[in-house]
T-cell receptor
C-alpha cells in the first residue's frame, strides 16, 4: 500500500519551455503533498507544501512564479517549471501524506529534469 | 529547533557483515523519527518509523533501529548486509507544529563489498 506515482521519470527539453510533473497517490488520499529538489550527492531540499484545495506554501528562496504547484484533488498534485533554464536542471521528487500527525510521507520515484 | 545529524557520510561493509548507520537528533519535543533508503535515480522508500511506541523498531528488509532518548540517537542496524542494501540512507525527523515537514539528515552512502 501507500504507492505514489510520479510522471515523467525523465524529461529533456529546450531552455525557455515549461515542464509539468505529475504526482499521484494511487491507493490513498493525500491530504498533503510535498515537492522536493535534490542536487547530486545531496539531501532533499523542500520546495513547497501543498494541501488539497488550497494554495501551496513555498519555502524561503523558492520562486512561486517559477515553480507553479497545483493540488486540485486528494490524489493529484502537479509541479510546473515555467520558462525553464539550465540552472533548473535537477532531480525533483514528490511525496504524499494521508491524514495528520505522525503519518509518514510516501515518495514518488522522482523526475530527472535536464534543460538544454 | 529540530535537527538531525548523520555521523558518517559513507559506510563500507562486506556482504554478510553487520551494518550500523548512526543518527543523532535534536528536538525539544518527543520526536517522530524515520529512516528512508534511496537507490540511484529513485525516490525514497520508508524503512521504518518511530512514533513514541516501542523503542526498538523493526522495519523492512531486516533493518531495525533503536530510539535512545538519553543518547538522542536513532541508529539503524542490520545483522547481515546484502549487496542489494547498497544505497543512500536518510535519517529524518518530523517537524513539530510544522505541518508534517520532514527534516533530513545529510545522508549516509552504504557500500557493500562482495
Amino acid at each position: 500500500g501507500a504507492v505514489v506515482s510520479q510522471h515523467p521519470s525523465w524529461v529533456i527539453c529546450k531552455s525557455g519551455t515549461s515542464v509539468k510533473i505529475e504526482c499521484r497517490s494511487l491507493d490513498f488520499q493525500a491530504t498533503t503533498m510535498f515537492w522536493y529538489r535534490q542536487f547530486p550527492k545531496q539531501s532533499l531540499m523542500l520546495m513547497a507544501t501543498s494541501n488539497e484545495g488550497s494554495k501551496a506554501t513555498y519555502e524561503q528562496g523558492v520562486e512561486k512564479d517559477k515553480f507553479l504547484i497545483n493540488h486540485a484533488s486528494l490524489t493529484l498534485s502537479t509541479l510546473t517549471v515555467t520558462s525553464a533554464h539550465p540552472e533548473d536542471s535537477s532531480f525533483y521528487i514528490c511525496s504524499a501524506r494521508g491524514g495528520k500527525g505522525a503519518q509518514p510521507q510516501h515518495f514518488g520515484d522522482g523526475t530527472r529534469l535536464s534543460i538544454l | 529547533a529540530q535537527s538531525v545529524t548523520q555521523l558518517d557520510s559513507h559506510v563500507s561493509v562486506s556482504e554478510g557483515t553487520p551494518v550500523l548507520l548512526r543518527c543523532n537528533y535534536s528536538s525539544s519535543y518527543s520526536p517522530s523519527l524515520f529512516w528512508y533508503v534511496q537507490h540511484p535515480n529513485k525516490g525514497l522508500q520508508l524503512l521504518l518509523k518511530y512514533t513514541s511506541a516501542a523503542t526498538l523498531v523493526k522495519g523492512i528488509n531486516g533493518f531495525e533501529a533503536e530510539f535512545k532518548k538519553s543518547e538522542t540517537s536513532f541508529h539503524l542496524t542490520k545483522p547481515s548486509a546484502h549487496m542489494s542494501d547498497a544505497a543512500e540512507y536518510f535519517c529524518v525527523v518530523s517537524g513539530v507544529n510544522q505541518g508534517g515537514k520532514l527534516i533530513f539528515g545529510q545522508g549516509t552512502e552504504l557500500s557493500v563489498k562482495p
